[in-house]
C-alpha cells in the first residue's frame, strides 16, 4: 500500500541523504543510515553482505571507485509500505566517468527496506542488480551462445540509442540556453527584462525539467523584499513580477538562507497543512494576492509542492512539481539555466544605470537651459 505523505516525505529525506553519500564518498553518513540488522545484496559477484559492519568495510575500501565519478539518469521510484516496512524500488540509468566524459554503463535496479527505530528510518536490506542483458524478452535464461551473441548486440544497440538520446537532449538543452541568452543581448532598456523571463519560462517548460513550472526570486537585501518573476502559458501572467516583504513566515526565511549561504542543490517540500499555511500568508498578506483569481485558485487546490532551487548572484531559479523534487541530472540543467540568467540580470542592471545617468543628464541640460534663458534677460527686467 502507499505510505502517507508524512512517511513517504521522512524516508525519501533519508534516501537521498544516504544516496548523496553513498555517490560522493560519505562513509559516515552511509554508515548512519544502515539498521544494526542490516544485510546487503549487490550487483557484482563479492557483493554479499549480512552485516552493517561488513558493508560499511567494504564501502570504505571501495567508494574511490565511485565517488563523484557516476551520474543517475532516467529515474523512477516507486514507494510502498508493508507493515511496519517501507519499500523503495529505485530504477535508473547508470552513467560513469570514462576518460574526461560521461559514458552510458547500463540500467540500474535498488530495491531499499526501511525500518523506523529510535533513530528514525534506517536501512534494513537493499539489493542492487542490473537486467541480465543475454536474455530475449520473456526468456529467464539465455540457452545458448547464439542468445548471449544476440544479447551483445542488442546491449550495444541500447547503449548507443541512450547515448545518441543523451546527445540530442543535450543538443536541444544547449539550442534553450542559447534563445535566452540571444534574448537578453536583445535587451536595450531594462523594461526588456520581462521579456527574458518570458522566454526562460518557455524553455524550461519545454525541456519539461518541472511538471509545474518555474520562478525568479530576487532578493533586494538593502530593502528586505523578494521580487518573485511568474510567467504562465495561458499568458495571464505574462510575465509579472510581486514583492513579498520581510521575513516573518518560516518558508520565506529559509529561502533567504539559501540565497544568503549561496546553497545549491536545495530543495522545500510544502505537504499538506504546511502548504495550505503558507498558501495563507502569501496570497494575504504579499503583492501575490494580485495574481488572478483562477490561478490562485489552481495552486491553492494542489495538497503539495516540491520546490527545487538553483543559485544566483542575484536571486534563486525556481523550479515546483507536484509530486516530488529534482533529480540531480535535473539539478545540472537548472544550474545552467540560472548562470546564464544570472548574466542576462547583470545586463540589466547595466541598463538601469545606463539609464539614471541618461535622466541625470537630462535634468542637467534642462537646467542648463533654464540658466542660460535668464542669464539673457536684462538685470532689471527681472523683479
Given at each position: 500500500?502507499?505510505p ?6 521522512e524516508?525519501l ?11 560522493n564518498g560519505d562513509?559516515?553518513?552511509?554508515s ?18 549480512l552485516?552493517r ?5 567494504f ?8 565517488a563523484g565519478?557516476?551520474d ?10 508493508f507493515?511496519?516496512?517501507?519499500f523503495?524500488t529505485?530504477l535508473?540509468d547508470g552513467?560513469?566517468?570514462n576518460g ?9 535496479r535498488?530495491?531499499n527496506?526501511l ?5 528514525g528510518w ?6 542492487f ?6 536474455t530475449e ?5 539465455a540457452?545458448?551462445?547464439l542468445?548471449?551473441?544476440?544479447a551483445?548486440?542488442r ?6 540509442t541512450?547515448?545518441l538520446e543523451?546527445?540530442?537532449r543535450?543538443?536541444?538543452?544547449e539550442a534553450a ?6 534574448k537578453?543581448?536583445?535587451m536595450?532598456h ?6 527574458v523571463?518570458a522566454?526562460l ?9 518541472a ?6 526570486m530576487?532578493?533586494?537585501e ?6 518573485l ?6 499568458k495571464?501572467?505574462?510575465?509579472s513580477?510581486y514583492?513579498?516583504?520581510?521575513q516573518e513566515?518560516?518558508?520565506?526565511k ?6 544568503k549561504?549561496q546553497l545549491?542543490?536545495q530543495h ?10 503558507y498558501?495563507n500568508?502569501?496570497f494575504?498578506?504579499?503583492e501575490?494576492?494580485n495574481?488572478?483569481t ?6 491553492r487546490?494542489?495538497?503539495d509542492s516540491y520546490?527545487?532551487?538553483?543559485w ?5 531559479l ?6 516530488s ?5 535535473s ?19 547595466d541598463?538601469q544605470?545606463a ?6 543628464a537630462?535634468i ?9 534663458r535668464?542669464?539673457s534677460?536684462?538685470e532689471h527686467?527681472?523683479?
Open positions: 500500500m502507499k502517507t505523505k508524512k512517511i513517504e516525505s524516508v529525506k533519508v534516501y537521498d541523504t544516504w544516496l548523496y553519500s553513498y555517490l562513509v559516515e553518513t552511509y548512519k543510515y544502515l539498521d544494526d540488522d542490516y544485510h546487503f545484496i549487490g550487483s557484482t559477484n563479492n557483493e554479499e553482505f552485516s559492519n561488513d558493508t560499511s568495510k564501502f570504505a575500501d571501495t567508494y574511490e571507485q565511485l565519478k557516476c543517475l539518469r532516467k529515474e523512477t521510484r516507486i514507494i510502498e509500505q507493515g511496519e516496512l517501507v523503495i529505485h535508473f552513467w560513469f566517468l574526461p566524459d560521461l559514458a552510458y554503463y547500463g540500467r540500474f535498488f530495491t527496506a525500518r523506523k527505530n529510535q533513530d534506517r536501512f534494513i536490506y537493499q539489493h542488480s542490473t537486467p541480465d542483458s543475454k524478452d520473456g526468456e529467464t535464461i540457452f545458448n551462445n542468445n548471449e551473441e544476440n551483445q548486440l546491449e550495444a544497440v541500447k547503449r548507443r541512450v547515448e543523451q546527445k540530442n543535450e543538443l536541444q538543452i540556453l542559447e534563445r535566452v541568452r540571444a537578453s543581448m536583445e536595450y531594462s523594461g526588456d527584462l520581462k521579456e523571463v522566454v519560462y518557455e524553455q524550461i517548460n519545454r525541456l519539461k525539467i511538471a509545474w513550472g518555474s520562478g525568479i530576487i532578493f533586494n538593502p530593502k528586505n523584499y523578494q521580487e518573476w511568474l510567467s504562465t502559458d495561458d495571464d501572467i505574462h510575465p513580477s514583492k513579498i516583504h520581510g513566515h518560516r518558508y520565506i529559509e529561502l533567504w538562507q539559501i540565497w549561504k545549491e542543490n522545500i517540500d510544502l505537504i499538506g497543512h504546511i502548504k495550505e499555511d498558501d500568508y502569501v494575504t498578506k504579499t501575490l494576492k495574481l488572478p483562477k490561478t490562485i485558485k489552481a495552486v487546490s494542489m495538497p520546490a527545487s532551487f538553483a544566483m548572484k542575484c536571486g534563486l525556481t523550479l515546483y512539481d507536484a509530486t523534487s529534482l533529480s540531480e541530472a539539478f545540472v540543467v537548472m544550474r545552467r539555466f540560472a548562470k546564464v540568467f544570472d548574466q542576462a540580470y547583470t545586463r540589466f542592471l541598463l544605470k539609464e539614471a545617468q541618461a535622466r541625470e537630462q542637467e541640460a534642462a537646467l542648463e537651459r533654464v540658466r542660460s535668464l542669464k534677460f536684462p527686467s527681472i523683479r
